[in-house]
Nanobody, 121 residues
Framework: QVQLVESGGGLVQPGGSLRLSCAAS????????MGWYRQAPGKQRELVAT???????NYADSVKGRFTISRDNAKNTVYLQMNSLKPEDTAVYYC???????????????WGQGTQVTVSS
């Protein structure tokens, strides 16, 4: 019914930049919050950044000042601009979205399949 497709991951040197995108498609009436999470090997999935429909944002302390989350509501797409990347940013990055299927439905959380980000020289 709903798909979230991430793109933009890859290999980058320390200090470099990457921009992740996540497009939601399918049976969508409205989207409230969208966000990015990451999971490094052997670690739990952790919050990176979230953005709600009004544009208000929230960041993990570890990425503040380096990462910027944004969204295009017309395209149901969320972005994550990552600058000054560090080796400890290496992880699989997942996007999610809290969305409804109609004016009367509750909100459901959907996840993308993940995209690998590797920061290494």
């Amino acid at each position: 019914q709903v798909q979230l497709v991430e793109s933009g991951g890859g290999l980058v040197q320390p200090g470099g930049s990457l921009r992740l995108s996540c497009a939601a498609s399918g049976n969508i009436f409205s989207i409230n919050a969208m966000g990015w999470y990451r999971q490094a090997p052997g670690k739990q999935r952790e919050l990176v950044a979230t953005i709600i429909s009004s544009g208000s944002t929230n960041y993990a302390d570890s990425v503040k000042g380096r990462f910027t989350i944004s969204r295009d509501n017309a395209k149901n797409t969320v972005y994550l601009q990552m600058n000054s990347l560090k080796p400890e940013d290496t992880a699989v990055y997942y996007c999610n979205a809290d969305l409804s299927h109609s004016a009367l439905s509750r909100f459901y959380t959907y996840w993308g399949q993940g995209t690998q980000v590797t920061v290494s020289s």
